[in-house]
């Protein structure tokens, strides 16, 4: 059976198409510059003796991310929220009773990876921004709702005022470039996260160590699973913006 033509041309038609869809455009280019401009900054910073407290801040609120959507979870699957706690050594903890495990407990990583890679996608449109910044608030009032000590109150009342800021006295601008720091950030943090504490050392304490118990499966199994996920949000992100924000 000779090959169908139309077969060939509309195929090569679809490729044109993705390939088209997935060429950033030059303000995307530019957009791409400042996420990888962040990314080398923040490795960089992350490694440097004293320089490393210039990121204290915004680990803070990645952790916070982090606590926000185990609680989030939590209330899904029925779960009562009693505690949210932030502590200086960029650690943090959630009580709640009730709940499933198997799904509050994945929440944590997977959850601030995932408000991470929204923030990235929503840097690629200033009205998205925009929007993002909302949720955020909205994600840090609720964390401050649920607070119970000095530190995870103050970081979320500073990082919401930053935010409120831009909008009262710029009208908003700077937010795409703080939205982009802060989603690069929370994507960083969280994978490295994974690898440090699940994959390279093992936290008898750690999400995947208590989820693994509950499961059967191996913690650092876990982890892999979760970082396969959280790069995919990360890439994702950015392929996403790219086409839809053209």
């Keep these: 059976m000779a090959p169908n033509p ?12 993705i390939t088209k869809a997935l060429t950033p455009t030059e303000q995307q280019k530019v957009i791409l510059y400042i996420i990888c401009g962040y ?9 440097m003796p004293v320089l490393k407290y210039l990121l204290y801040p915004f680990k803070l609120v990645t952790v916070a991310f982090h606590e926000f ?29 009730g709940g499933s495990l198997y799904c509050t407990l994945p929440a944590g990583y997977l959850g601030s990876s995932f408000i991470g890679a929204l923030m990235i996608f929503c840097g690629f449109n200033e009205t998205a921004t925009k929007v993002a910044s909302v949720l955020i608030v909205l ?8 607070s119970r000590n000095i530190l995870s109150a103050v970081v979320s009342i500073s990082f919401i005022a930053v935010i409120i800021l831009l909008w009262v006295f710029w009208d ?39 989820f693994a118990k509950a499961t ?19 890439v994702g992100s950015v392929l996403l913006g790219i086409v839809a924000f053209k």
């Excluded at 139309?6 to 198409?17: S, V």
């Excluded at 982890?223 to 990360?234: D, K, P, Q, T």
Aim: proline content about 1%; hydrophobic content about 45%.
């Design 6 to 17: 139309y077969y060939f041309k509309r195929q090569d038609n679809t490729n044109q198409q």
């Design 39 to 47: 990314t080398l900054g923040i490795l960089i910073l992350w490694h």
């Design 69 to 97: 959507s185990h609680a989030f979870v939590g209330i899904l699957t029925g779960a009562k929220i009693l505690a949210i706690k932030l502590d200086p050594n960029e650690g943090g903890s959630t009580t709640m009773t």
């Design 139 to 146: 994600c840090l009032l609720v964390t401050l709702f649920w």
């Design 172 to 210: 908003g601008k700077g937010l795409k470039y703080i939205i982009l720091f802060m989603g690069v950030m929370s994507c960083f943090y969280s994978l490295w996260d994974i690898v440090d504490d699940l994959i390279a050392r093992k936290v008898n304490d750690s999400d995947a160590t208590l």
């Design 216 to 234: 059967g499966f191996s913690s650092r199994c876990c982890g892999c699973l979760w970082l396969m996920v959280s790069l995919i949000f990360f």
